[in-house]
């Protein structure tokens, strides 16, 4: 198959953003994502309110993608869509549309994984940023996942650790929780614990066994930490707000970085590429340039907007699949369990 001039759309909708790309070759034309405030009240994702949203923004999110694009319709080879991981509500709203403008324009429909566009978004033509030769260890973390994969080649993925519990970015907003913050808080903590100093305060971290994260039993500690200090002094929180977001942020990436080191030891692979919203997070991005120097680590991190939800990794994952000729029936259904 030619792989000369190829334009393929992205749909992603897994979640709470609503997202459309438009992939020329290997370069994103156009990266449309419609955020949805409504959530932000209820302090997380409320999964009836996430599909209506969806299905009110799914059209325009796709027109803007096709005219930023500078792109028409009919010039599609294909339409890839998020089948899954991801709240059922949410997949069915951009997998129907994309199964029906496929069949409407009469060319192939692509099904991608969540889990692994967000790993095969760093193989986006993207100046500045260089790609990930093969093996390399891939960790996700944002708000829903957090995974280490082993990543043999672009289809060739195991997953060698994830959470037992809640993510990384959970960890992060239900902190911030407590601390009366607002949502998400993994942007405010990470710029207040800058500013903090990481050691005020110890926070014991879980022992789970392997690759494996457990974040829950944290945020516990970090509740009675807080009621317990505000019992003794109700200004507490506030006159030591910068210190306890750089505690916070100090043990989360010493869990994370742990869980690296072990996951290059146990695989003999030091190319680390980190996806996710977390990424987005200075403390890990700090702490994987220290290990390039301590440890001979080779590491990558993604331009920010292919990195938290977005449907450009969609359209990449569509490109790649489609140069395999790899494609879905009209018959596939979105899964929310979907496994990498
Ligand atoms: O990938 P993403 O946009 O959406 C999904 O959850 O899939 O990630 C959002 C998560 C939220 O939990 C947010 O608090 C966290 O990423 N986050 C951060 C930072 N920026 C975003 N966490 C820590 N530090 C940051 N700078
Ligand atoms: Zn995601």
Redesign the pocket.
Known sequence: MSSQNIYILGIES????TAASIIHNGKILSNVVASQKIHEEFGGVVPELASRAHQQNIVPVVHQALKKAGVTKNQLHAIAFTRGPGLMGSLLVGTSFAKSLAYGLNIPLIDVNHMQA?ILAHFIDEEGFEKPSFPFIAMT?????TQIVEVKSHFDMTVIGETIDD????A??KS?KILGLG?????E???R?QKGNPKAFQFTKPKVEGLNFSFSGLKTAILYFVQREVKANPNFIEENLNDICASI?YT?IGILIDKLKLATKQTGIKQIAI??????????RQALKDGEQKFGWTTYVPKFEF????AAMIAIVGYLKYLEGNFAEQNVTASARLKI
């Open positions: 897994s979640c709470d953003d967000h973390i944002s708000g829903g996942h993510a990384v970015g959970e992060y907003d911030g949502y998400p808080a993994g942007p903590i990470d710029k614990a942020q989360i996806g996710g919203g977390v990424s987005a997070n200075s403390g890990i990195t938290t939800d977005n």
